[in-house]
């Protein structure tokens, strides 16, 4: 059963923007090491912090809170599968909330071109 779905957009020269005025600090608030390391490896490297940005919002609204309510943005973490696929691994509270809501299914896709991004994250339980 679904229980709650959500999308956002980003605008990848904004993140360009942020990036270039508060550098690592607001790298590190934001993306895991992993994340990072991942989107240092793409010569254009704002998209795929604008994918993760993304997913970190639209899991936000598929657990039907947003920020400063509880969940931090590095508590939420874009995976990859062997294959590539994207995942999300949680941490922190953002692991509480899907263990307390009792969801134990996300579901994940991404996209982006040189001046947008777009997450959706399907929460389920079953």
């Excluded at 992993?34 to 490297?45: A, F, P, V």
């Excluded at 939420?76 to 995942?87: F, S």
């Amino acid at each position: 059963m679904i229980q709650g779905i959500g999308i956002d957009l980003v605008e990848n020269e904004r993140i360009e923007k942020i990036i270039r005025k508060w550098g690592q600090k607001f790298l590190q608030r934001v993306f895991s090491e992993g994340e990072i390391n991942y989107c240092k490896r793409h010569i254009q490297s704002s998209i795929n912090y604008g994918a993760r940005f993304a997913a970190k919002e639209a899991f936000l609204k598929a657990l039907g809170i947003g920020l400063g309510m509880g969940v931090k943005l590095r508590e939420i973490e874009v995976v990859h599968d062997e294959k590539g696929k994207p995942d999300l691994f949680l941490h922190g509270e953002a692991h509480l909330q899907m263990a307390k809501r009792e969801i134990n299914k996300i579901h994940l896709s991404l996209t982006h071109t040189k001046n947008y991004a777009t997450a959706i994250v399907l929460l389920e339980k079953y």
